[in-house]
């Protein structure tokens, strides 16, 4: 093995303790947030065929133009570690045929996902997100419906998000399709503004121009015209609908006409969640309408709305509040003596059968030893069975934070009734 390889590839994680108990609890509170308004999880495959995301997410975008994982398996197909889970959903909607059965079809997922970005803080080349898809519906009330869902989540796991939000309108002449040729027209009046880098995506993808990342492009774009000035009336109405009900359900927004999804396939809302504490990578997810993307995978035409959520930057933008005050308080079994460490291991076990997080010494530590490790692994009670104990059938439960302890008999029922007690207060 070179050294190298003993490396996680470059822009991955180890997730290791501690900090892998908050991203686990990260995942655990995104899926009951979800399964709060009828999401349902589903898994799709780390891989599909490239064609998803070249249709699914477009040509044209940086993802799939820059960043995708893309191989050649032995049967000589092209396939793609999935850089995104909205593509990936739709087609598993569309092979199942979920889409005929009750709508919305309501979906979660969580898991890793794939770029090939240039690694800085809360951008790696492996990261997580959670998500949730709502397909077949293409009332407001699923928009506002999917928001207040992420909203909420980012607020359970400690985030304090500001949402951004705007209507792209839809692909017509009467809405987007006439501010285009607005926008392109301006565009090329005041190309030498933009960035070099930027000239070029005002024929292939216009809209995308408000995404860039260059500080000249950014400049001269604040004179740019809105596409919220030339919405149709019926995605206008959406949109009004839309920032209402926001204001009904007490959801803070801030109306951003820049932010956009630049393919002819998202609709109407768009939004991000954005939070202090993370420098330059300051998005933790993002979502929006997508009312054209079953069709450009060769569906039938079929509405959808979801975001996504980056579990490394929450966990970033959280900084270990989230864990603080939940952690359920752990039991330490110690035992004085080999007769005492095999009474410990049933005790242990019962206490887990009794729903009592328990450890024990497994590895023949003294008493001070014990009580060390009881420490590190967080315990708030240990349990300790020496042979005073034993002889009677009692225990002895002592209060690691203000040193109390009080003989309790070892029948389990009894203990873990005390421990549980005392693990609620
Ligand atoms: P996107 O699919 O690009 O809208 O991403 C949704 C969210 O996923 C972003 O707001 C980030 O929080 C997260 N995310 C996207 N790409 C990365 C990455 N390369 N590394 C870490 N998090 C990411």
New binding site residues.
Partial sequence: MTTDAWRAPKGTNDILPPGSREWALILQLAQSCFASAGYEPVETPMFEHTEVFERGVGEGTE?VDKQMYTFTDQGGRSLTLRP?GTAPVVRAVLEHNLHRGPLPVKLCYGGAFF?Q?RPQK????Q?F?VGIEAIGSDSPLVDVEVIEVGTRFLQTVGVEPTLLLNSIGHVDPSCRGAYLATLVEWLKAHEGELAPADRQRVNTNPLRTFDSKENKTVGAMKAAPLITEHLCDECRAHFETVQELLGTLGVGFRLEPRLVRGLDYYTQTAF?FVAGGLGSQN????GGRYDGLSESLGGPPLPGIGF???V??ILLASSGQMTRGTQPHRVYVVALGDRAAREALKVTTDLRIHGIQAQLDLMGRGMKGQMKDADRTGARWAVILGDDELAVGEVTVRDLESGYQQRITSETHALAKHLGMEQER
């Fill in positions: 993802v995104e770029r970005e809360g951008r790696y080349r990261f997100q991000e998005a933790v997810g993002g996504a959520l980056g490394d930057r």
